[in-house]
């Protein structure tokens, strides 16, 4: 059930931002938060912000040095 309360559409942007990177290899982390921006309207703190809720869940990898994010592989 799509929930259209601010919990709701922050939790359905983190879930769409970590579907996006699924399978998508390497990307750009520059590009991946203009993207987020474009699509979603979300500033880039805050899509950093969402991305480092992935990130403490382990379902991705962050390194800005390189200006990289991927998702982390899954067995099963």
């Known amino acids: ?5 601010p919990k709701g559409i922050r939790l359905q942007t983190i879930h769409k931002m970590g579907e996006m990177l699924k399978g998508a290899g390497d990307v750009s ?3 991946f938060l203009a ?5 979603m309207g979300l ?5 950093m912000t969402y991305l480092q809720d992935l990130v403490d869940l382990d379902l991705i990898e962050i390194d800005e040095a390189v200006d990289l ?4 592989k899954t067995d099963g």
Do not use: E, H, Q
């Open 1 to 5: 059930m799509k929930r259209n309360d």
């Open 29 to 31: 982390l520059k590009r």
């Open 35 to 39: 993207t987020c921006s474009y699509t």
């Open 43 to 47: 500033t880039r703190p805050t899509a």
């Open 69 to 72: 994010v991927r998702a982390v």
